[in-house]
């Protein structure tokens, strides 16, 4: 049996219309990325609480967290971002969610060790938290295309991949072949 997954702040901004989305179209399954307007990455503690209060209420399991980890400059002190990808990951705990969504940094296409390295502390901080990391493909960032993403899933142990076809086409790839 399939299960449908959405992310539900592209039908409403607030939780109760997500949650009212959600329900219409019998999907039990939400990639978190935001609620209200607020990142899952800015969310407080208290927020999370109530936010997962309400969709466990209504039948709803946060399947992955929608994050924007590694939508950053690839030039950008990842000791200091460490911060914010320990915070998305707490946030996840709180909503008993064990995926994240991440991407793998702009303005790094010759950056590629530094790539690596950055998820390498990615996958290994989410492992403290009991959590597996899902690369995107993202327009601009280093695994925009299908070669980069190979060389991400030859060098990143522990890490796993979400297709977007959508961004591949941006990218003028063939999501056919």
């Known amino acids: 049996m399939i299960k449908l997954c959405a992310f539900s702040d592209e039908a409403s901004d607030s939780v109760e219309g997500q949650i009212t989305a959600l329900s219409r179209n019998n999907i039990k399954l939400i990639e978190l990325r935001s609620i209200g307007g607020v990142n899952v990455k800015d969310f407080t503690d208290e927020q999370a609480r109530d936010y997962a209060k309400k969709l466990v209420e209504n039948g709803i399991k946060v399947w992955s967290i929608g ?4 939508k950053i400059d690839i030039a950008e002190n990842f ?8 915070r998305v990951y707490e946030i996840a705990n709180i909503f008993e969610c064990d995926k994240v969504r991440v991407f793998s940094f702009y ?8 790539v ?3 998820l390498r502390r990615m996958v290994k901080i989410a492992g403290e938290y009991g959590i597996t990391l899902y690369h995107e493909n993202e327009k601009g960032v280093y695994g925009d295309v299908v070669w980069r993403v190979e060389n ?3 060098n990143v142990s522990g890490l796993k991949f979400v297709f977007d076809p959508a961004n591949y086409v941006q990218e003028g790839e063939d999501v056919t072949a």
């Open 107 to 114: 303005n790094a296409y010759g950056e590629s060790e530094k």
């Open 116 to 118: 690596f390295e950055n």
């Open 67 to 70: 994050s924007p980890l590694g």
């Open 152 to 154: 991400i899933a030859a």
């Open 79 to 86: 000791s200091e971002y460490e911060k914010t990808v320990r």
